[in-house]
């Protein structure tokens, strides 16, 4: 089993910065890709920011140039560092991993989510 401990976020003024954390424990044997994913009330849980294991990283189109995520593969963490914070933004946001156990098979995490609230 695998756990996904998030920390981080909650209220920031319009133009404010917030950062996220996210760090994974247990059976782990490599992790495929980490990343974080939102969900605002009444809408679909959408990509935020992906980091992949061979260093390349995705972002969705409306948090490019404002979000950063980074990634320590030897600890098994994953950050997002939220500038220019819109209200918009305003969401629960979801780590997520995609991760290689000792058995090699693959398996899909999320963390419990951590709110994040932007005032305008």
């Known amino acids: 089993q695998v756990q996904l401990v998030e920390s981080g976020g909650g209220l920031a003024q319009a133009g404010g910065s917030l950062g996220l954390s996210c760090a994974a424990s247990?059976?782990?044997?490599?992790?495929?890709?980490m990343g974080w994913y939102r969900q605002a009330p009444g809408k679909q849980r959408e990509l935020v920011a992906r980091s992949t294991s061979g260093g390349s990283s995705n972002y969705a189109d409306s948090v490019k140039g404002r979000f950063t995520i980074s990634r320590d593969n030897a600890k098994n963490t994953v950050s997002l560092q939220m500038n220019s914070l819109k209200p918009e933004d305003t969401a629960v946001y979801y780590c997520n991993a995609l991760v290689i156990g000792f058995d090699r098979l693959t398996r899909n995490y999320w963390g419990q989510g951590t709110q994040v609230t932007v005032s305008s």
């Open positions: 247990g059976s782990i044997s490599s992790i495929n890709a």
